[in-house]
T-cell receptor, first 111, second 113 residues
Framework: AQTVTQSQPEMSVQEAETVTLSCTYDTSESNYYLFWYKQPPSRQMILVIRQEAYKQQNATENRFSVNFQKAAKSFSLKISDSQLGDTAMYFC????????FGKGTRLHILP | SAVISQKPSRDICQRGTSLTIQCQVDSQVTMMFWYRQQPGQSLTLIATANQGSEATYESGFVIDKFPISRPNLTFSTLTVSNMSPEDSSIYLCSVGNPHYEQYFGPGTRLTVT
């Protein structure tokens, strides 16, 4: 069965700093997809970044990048030059036959 | 990406009643999903709704309690039947694309008294 573990329930960093959110997962599939989603307070969930497991190159989207370690089943999200608008709940997710979400990391960006 | 709207955005309902939540998408999509999310918690998949077929329910969710309709490729409804306070939650509609990315609606915040 698929599982997704986010070991950091809550984090706080100063604005402009870099922060890394951890995620480990387990799946029996060889081809799967990994995602990070962001849910700002009282706002809609949005997709931040996606990684296909067969691609070795780490995905990047502007200030957001991932460190994908397939053998270790690790998929961390790095946010560079953090901004106040990055304050949100971040969910790691994996999909083989269906998408499974982790419990989330609540990230606070402090001014 | 898809633009998804949900109605109602929130509601307060009495125990024993039913509420139907509507989900409208601005483009045709094959796969739609319904999730439940306790505030500040993760998402739990209720069911997958594909147009033209019966919804597929996840373990712990049954059609009698959460009937789903999917009359066309842009619309779906989820009904929460015979509600109890334990059904108080946020209900989210989501659609998927061929890259397995999912896009979410704004959610319906349900409070059962």
């Amino acid at each position: 069965a698929q599982t997704v573990t986010q070991s950091q329930p809550e984090m706080s960093v100063q604005e402009a700093e870099t922060v890394t959110l951890s995620c480990t997962y387990d799946t029996s599939e060889s081809n799967y997809y990994l995602f990070w989603y962001k849910q700002p307070p009282s706002r809609q969930m949005i997709l931040v970044i996606r990684q296909e497991a067969y691609k070795q190159q780490n995905a990047t989207e502007n200030r957001f990048s991932v460190n994908f370690q397939k053998a270790a089943k690790s998929f961390s999200l790095k946010i560079s030059d953090s901004q106040l608008g990055d304050t949100a709940m971040y969910f790691c997710a994996t999909r083989d036959d269906k998408i499974i979400f982790g419990k989330g990391t609540r990230l606070h960006i402090l001014p | 990406s898809a633009v998804i709207s949900q109605k109602p955005s929130r509601d307060i309902c009495q125990r024993g009643t039913s509420l139907t939540i509507q989900c409208q998408v601005d483009s045709q999509v094959t796969m739609m999903f319904w999730y439940r999310q306790q505030p500040g918690q993760s998402l739990t998949l209720i069911a997958t709704a594909n147009q033209g077929s019966e919804a597929t329910y996840e373990s712990g969710f049954v059609i009698d309690k959460f009937p789903i309709s999917r009359p066309n490729l842009t619309f779906s409804t989820l009904t929460v039947s015979n509600m109890s306070p334990e059904d108080s939650s946020i209900y989210l509609c989501s659609v998927g694309n061929p890259h397995y990315e999912q896009y979410f609606g704004p959610g319906t915040r349900l409070t059962v008294t």
